[in-house]
């Protein structure tokens, strides 16, 4: 059973910086497409960005692009979301997920195992 850590969230003033990282155990990592979520209180969970399995292909959400970078480390199992010039709406929790295999990357259901995820909150 694949599983799917998260660290790296905290508390960072407007304009910061943080590097969310995600951790997967199992040895299939390389070969599925990762992607990155977040849920703030009272709202959809929603796409912030997803990686193809060779990192050849980024995808982003229109409210960070520009600001945040998806990158992973196959020999690390690990998938990271740098996110820089922090603004107060980004606050949420962040959740990596696995892809599931289709061509789409930006919707929730196209993705089969999720992160418990870790909590990102920007102050103003």
């Known amino acids: 059973q694949v599983q799917l850590v998260e660290s790296g969230g905290g508390l960072v003033q407007a304009g910061g910086s943080l590097r969310l990282s995600c951790a997967a155990s199992?040895?299939?990592?390389?070969?599925?497409?990762m992607g990155w979520f977040r849920q703030a209180p009272g709202k959809e969970r929603e796409f912030v960005a997803a990686i193809t399995w060779n990192g050849d292909r980024l995808y982003y959400a229109d409210s960070v692009q520009g600001r945040f970078t998806i990158s992973r480390d196959n020999a690390k199992n690990t998938v990271y979301l740098q996110m820089n010039s922090l603004k107060p709406e980004d606050t949420a929790v962040y959740f990596c997920?696995?892809?599931?295999?289709?061509?789409?990357?930006?919707?929730?259901?196209?993705?089969?195992?999720w992160g418990q995820g870790t909590q990102v909150t920007v102050s103003s």
């Open positions: 199992g040895r299939t990592f390389s070969s599925y497409a």
């Open positions: 997920a696995r892809h599931g295999g289709s061509t789409h990357y930006t919707s929730r259901n196209e993705y089969a195992v």
